[in-house]
Structure formats: structure tokens, C-alpha cells
């Protein structure tokens, strides 16, 4: 039986970054979203919310894709309707990568890199990247369902050494 606590319902994920010096190639970050069912909390992600896709039922999206820093405030934006997330799915975490077109970049090498996570007006997180400087990717979030169906956050900055595609498979183990 559903509980009266209805936990976190709308949760906004943005991610900042300076440009590249001039001259530089520029830096593309990208934030991803993975999704898992209560089979597997732990396991492989049930599917993958990215700037190439986005999830099945509309309840995870990604509202802004920036491929290199430019212009005002966040540089991308994730929006994730938990209360509306099927009842299958139990775990999602948020991450960030670093793609590697031009050799390998860390956050070390990215200027000015945060990110803040939201619900409603309240702000759950504002973190930079200090802390995993010589990390490629990083989980930035994890949101949990409990036994009575409400969202919790978890926050924390965990770095990974993973190109793109690695890090997406292994973000939630």
C-alpha cells in the first residue's frame, strides 16, 4: 500500500562549463541519465536517457545540449518526473562524461565545471568537480524509491576513468 509521503516529484539535473580557450577544441559534456528496474538495482541499466535519445514514457528529458560551453547559465539541463516513473524502474542515476574526440580531457582540463540538482524551488546540490579533477566521467546524483513508492536523493560526486559508452554501463554499480 502506497504511503503518505510522496518524496521527490520533479527533480531539474544542469550542468555548467566555461568554453574552451580560444583557439582550443572545445569541450562537450554531457550529462546521462540511466534507469534501473527492481530486478537488478545494481545491474545494467534498464535503458539510457542521453543527447541522443530519451526515455520511452516522456518521464525523463533532456531539455538543453550544449557540444561546447558557449553562451548563458546552464549548459544542460535534464528534467526527471520521478512521480510519474513507472513502478518497474526503482533506481536512476545521473552522471556526467567527458567525450573524447581530441585525446583524453578530465574535468581538471574543463574550465569552470558544476552542477546543481533542484526540486521544485528547493536546491538538493551544487557541486563542481575538484574533488575527481582526474576523472573522464563522474555520477553526480542518485535518486531512490522506497518501500512506500516516495523519491529520495542521494547526492555526491563520484568520479569514473571511463570513455563515454564504459561509463554509461557501469555509472550504477
Avoid: C
Amino acid at each position: 500500500m502506497p504511503g503518505l509521503n510522496k518524496g521527490l516529484e520533479r527533480v531539474v539535473v544542469a550542468l555548467r562549463w566555461d568554453p574552451s580557450p580560444p583557439g582550443a577544441a572545445p569541450h562537450d559534456l554531457d550529462l546521462i541519465a540511466a534507469t534501473y528496474g527492481a530486478g537488478a538495482p545494481h545491474g545494467d541499466p534498464a535503458y539510457l536517457v542521453h543527447f541522443d535519445s530519451r526515455s520511452p514514457d516522456g518521464t525523463i528529458t533532456l531539455n538543453r545540449d550544449s557540444p561546447d560551453g558557449k553562451g548563458f547559465g546552464d549548459d544542460e539541463v535534464m528534467t526527471l518526473e520521478l512521480d510519474r516513473l513507472s513502478p518497474d524502474y526503482v533506481r536512476v542515476v545521473v552522471g556526467v562524461a567527458i567525450q573524447q574526440g581530441d585525446g583524453r580531457l578530465t574535468f581538471a582540463g574543463v574550465a569552470g565545471p558544476g552542477v546543481r540538482v533542484r526540486a521544485d524551488r528547493e536546491q538538493l546540490a551544487d557541486e563542481d568537480f575538484s574533488g575527481v579533477g582526474g576523472a573522464t566521467a563522474a555520477a553526480v546524483a542518485e535518486f531512490v524509491r522506497d518501500a512506500s513508492g516516495a523519491w529520495t536523493f542521494r547526492g555526491g560526486v563520484r568520479g569514473f576513468d571511463a570513455d563515454p559508452a564504459t561509463f554509461a554501463r557501469i555509472m550504477g554499480q
